[in-house]
């Protein structure tokens, strides 16, 4: 039975409107590709993708609590980016943090029968290297290797820079001090 103003006994306007504006909230996230909610663009992911970089074991409920939404909107957001491809919650460690006894930038400029992504490739497959990067300028890739000893340093060197047809040159750069390293979170991007 339904009052002269279309509201059920019981019901108040409020409620009422709280509905329909629920229904339209809900029309609207159904209408709205996961892909575009997966999206770095958008303002809540980014929140959420910093909270993550600073504690990637923060609870989601903490989470929500700080971007005032609910756990299940933090829940399906990571959701979302993780199945997009666009977050991956890893532990990582900073090599820089080890004290490693060498921390060496090479610079190689790749051999002209060959690509920077095929060296690169073949390059990482070693536990030494720990960043390949793709440049202009004087050198075709930048590599960055640590190890425990100069030994391994020198051994990596030989048998995987020098003499190989595929890279025409490296100039090895030794690290002397960190000042600041912002690459950790970079690692793994298409």
């Known amino acids: 039975m339904e009052s002269n103003d279309g509201v059920l006994p019981g019901v108040t306007k409020r409620a009422k409107r ?21 999206s770095l663009v958008n303002k809540l992911n980014q929140e959420i993708v910093h909270m993550l970089q600073d504690d990637g074991r923060r609870p989601y409920k903490e989470i929500a609590e700080a971007l005032n939404v609910s756990e299940g909107t933090i829940r399906n957001r990571v959701n979302w980016m993780r199945d997009a491809g ?12 080890f004290n490693y006894q060498t921390d060496s930038m090479l610079g190689v400029k790749v051999a002209a029968h060959s690509t920077p992504k095929d060296v690169a490739a073949r390059l990482s497959e070693h536990q030494e290297v720990v960043f390949i990067l793709w440049v202009t300028g004087r050198y075709d890739l930048i590599v960055e290797i640590v190890s425990d000893a100069e030994d391994i340093l020198c051994n990596f060197l030989e048998n995987h820079c020098f003499n190989q047809t595929d890279i025409t040159s490296v100039e090895v750069m030794k690290s002397l001090a960190t000042y600041k ?8 991007v298409p």
């Open 181 to 188: 390293n912002q690459f950790l979170l970079k690692r793994d």
């Open 86 to 97: 666009m977050l991956q919650i890893a532990a990582i460690s900073d090599p820089s943090s």
């Open 18 to 38: 709280m509905s329909s504006s629920n229904e339209a909230s809900d029309l609207n996230k159904e209408t709205q590709r996961p892909s575009d909610r997966a």
